[in-house]
């Protein structure tokens, strides 16, 4: 492909994307399960109109980064140390059981093999996939029936944020165990040496860039360097230390998060985002996304894979709720309010494919899912606060009876 069909290609993909996208909304579901479905529409699987091309493969690699990097700048890390020990609890079990889940899962479809072979890092990283939370359309669900600033609201949204940073340390270390020349203390060297690295280089950043915001606060030079931080850290994350280039990215938006001027980058780096890198990101899953290969067998895989996620996030996290003192019906909430899967699904999923630790057939199995999660939700959160409210009233009735 030359670069002016490319320019065709890109068109093609922002307009597809951003269409399917606002339908998408307007019938309650997440925007980028429009944009994978317009890349599934004008990819190979069906109309053919646009093939993935490297061009479309680095603006992607754009996008993820981009996206992190968001993440990394939206992420409160005052909130996260005040949710205390409860959070951090329901965020580790909560990756731990759907980790677990995933793993046996894939072993039991295509066989158990021996620690350390490529078919066992294969089931892992299915797990891995498994493990994060996207709590967008759980935040969105909670404040629509006015519950997100309650107890349970805040539980899950400070687990969710948890659970996507012990995500991507649990995705690190997986890829970083799948290189052939990789010895389990050397990769335990080079994750812990890069974090010790961004801790370090993050405390003489975060003063640098106060600095620069208090003498020239909402000038577009401070998220310009920002976005630069950002592209070198994912950079350094890779080349130096052999970590994925997403975690680099989004750790770089960590530290920059307390800045005065946190959102007003934030809101920078998402207008390029959302007008180019992240609708070319989202469509290229659709690209990449085959159904050549999709057999009976794959089909029976991704219903069990949907069931799994589902299963293993209610059961981890309510039941780690339900452990450290809430009602059954409190726990059930956080189960049910940790188990939507969005973006970071899709970013692992893809980064998987880029190692070769993920068949491109087994896109169908994560999109499956998040449209699943997405969808049963927002419902099944309703219904149980519906039925919490009921009780209360009943209780409140018996009381009033007795009372007269």
Known sequence: MNS??????????????KVFGIIAQKLKAPQVVGEIIAGLLIGPCVF???????????LAEIGVVMIMFGAGLETNLKELVKTGPKALMVAIVGVFVPLCGGTLLYSCFYGFEAV?????????????????????ITVQTLKELGHIKEHVGTLITSAAIIDDVIGIIVLTFVIGFKKPDAKPILVVRDVLLFFACSICVGILMYYVFKFIDKRHPHQRRVPILGFAMCMFFAFAADRFFGIADITGAYVAGLILCNLNDSEYIARKIDINSYMIFGPVFFASIGLKTRFDGFTSSLLLFSLCFVAVGLITKVIGCGLTAKLMGYNWNESLKVGVGMMTRGEVALIVAQKGLSVGMLDAKYFASVILLII????TTPIVLKLLYRKSHGSKRTDDEQTEVQTQ
């Open 116 to 136: 350390g072979s490529d078919g066992f890092f294969r089931a892992v990283f299915i797990g891995t996939i498994l493990t994060a939370t996207s709590v967008g």
């Open 48 to 58: 053919g109109v646009v093939k993935q091309s490297d061009y479309v493969s680095l």
């Open 372 to 375: 699943v999660s997405s969808v």
């Open 4 to 17: 002016i069909d490319f320019f065709k290609d890109l068109a093609i993909i922002i307009v597809s994307a």
